[in-house]
């Protein structure tokens, strides 16, 4: 499957722990998105990055959260001290982007995580 | 006002019918438009870029009216299996970072 892979799919913590999900983007995409998904909204970014630079952060981002992408390929999220408002599903998405164009995104399946 | 804001839905049509869906978007600088659709429980998929002269795709046809600022998706002839919710979605001027509206939920009923 030459998809945009998350793991793990489901994730089940208890506040305070930390938590982290991987994500392995189509392997020529140079760009690759982290988005937070609620029930009935649509996608919140988080933050991008272009090969192995992180452009943006979403200001709406706590420092408890931190993405690296190190080598430009596979990206992990981390969320520290996890808390009950933290609990959505974390989609990430990656696409091949030149100057100025936009394309389309590829979205894995997402990692649902569950703070109880 | 919310950057990317669409028709609250749900929407409720019998099969056959045409259905429209509108977004409006703050951002006159905005240059790239797409709608996007996402079936319960899975990510979103694309399923169609929107075009400045509008363009169609079978069924669907999307418009963009940029002197309102607004983006329309027709959906003619639905089909139970149309029924997922529609997600309009806009690049935040030249940062390429895309700004998604919370989408419309779409029920075609038999």
């Known amino acids: 499957d030459t998809g945009v892979s998350q793991d793990p799919r489901h994730k089940i913590t208890k506040r305070g722990q930390n938590v982290t999900f991987r994500c392995d983007p189509i392997?020529?995409?140079?760009?690759l998105y982290w988005y937070r998904q609620t029930l009935g909204q649509g996608p919140e970014f988080l933050t991008y990055?272009?090969?192995?630079?992180?452009?943006?952060k979403s200001r709406l981002l706590s420092d408890r959260f931190s993405a690296e992408r190190p080598k430009g390929s596979f990206s992990t999220l981390e969320i520290q001290r996890t808390e009950q408002g933290d609990s959505a599903m974390y989609l990430c998405?990656?696409?091949?982007?030149?100057?100025?164009?936009?394309?389309?995104?590829?979205f894995g399946e997402g990692s649902r995580l569950t703070v109880l | 006002r919310k950057e990317v804001e669409q028709d609250p839905g749900p929407f409720n049509v019998p099969e056959g019918a045409t259905v429209a869906f509108n977004c409006t978007y703050s951002?006159?600088?905005?240059?790239?438009f797409f709608w996007y659709r996402q079936d319960c429980r899975k990510e979103p998929k694309l399923l169609m870029s929107?075009?400045?002269?509008?363009n169609e795709d079978g069924r669907f046809t999307a418009q963009l009216n940029r002197a309102s600022q607004y983006i329309s998706l027709l959906i003619r002839d639905s089909k139970l299996s149309d029924s997922a919710t529609y997600l309009c979605?806009?690049?935040?001027?030249?940062?390429?970072?895309?700004?998604w509206g919370a989408g419309t939920k779409l029920i075609i009923k038999p």
């Open positions: 979605v806009v690049n935040k001027e030249s940062n390429y970072q895309l700004i």
């Open positions: 951002n006159s600088a905005s240059q790239s």
């Open positions: 990055f272009q090969n192995e630079a992180q452009l943006e």
């Open positions: 998405a990656s696409m091949f982007a030149w100057t100025g164009v936009t394309g389309e995104l590829f």
């Open positions: 392997s020529e995409h140079n760009r």
């Open positions: 929107v075009y400045s002269s509008g």
